[in-house]
């Protein structure tokens, strides 16, 4: 029975583990796939989602580099806060997006440099408008941002229950 629970605790280890890689990596994908393949431009609040994705894969990519060793679960735990705050920040995006609330930002829009004063007006002039407040993509009536708050909370909390259930010592050495 010892044994049986010992290898859950293992898998729930190896399983948070490779979350802490895949959540950051799939969303960043999702988002970078959007962007480069679909058109759909980021506005500025979409890059503040990311900055905490790239931080947790770093974390995700040392822990899992460092997974002998037993502080490892401190850089998943770190990459799960990364991964939550990313999901608060589309949270809070999202709600914007839907009217619920003001956003406390400009909208960001992609402008190429230009050498001359009649490149930089033509730029400005063709450079798509990116409303923060406006989703450019919905699937059931779900934003990126919300499937960003959504996978986001739910990846960091999985992580975060199975680096908790792997490290709980077993009844029989609480003693």
Known sequence: MAQAIGGARLLARNLAFWLALLV???LLGGALFSQYAMGLYPCEMCYWQRWPHWAALLFGVLGFAARKESWSDILIILAAIAIAISGLIG???AGVEYGWW???TGCANN???ANSAEGMLANITNAPLIR???PQWTLWGIS???FNFLLS???ALTIWMLIRFARV???STLR
């Open 132 to 134: 923060c407040d406006v």
């Open 24 to 26: 950051p990596a799939g």
């Open 91 to 93: 949270g809070f995006h």
């Open 153 to 155: 909370l739910g990846g």
């Open 144 to 146: 990126l941002a919300g």
């Open 102 to 104: 003001e956003g406390i």
């Open 169 to 171: 010592k077993p009844p």
């Open 111 to 113: 402008v190429a440099p």
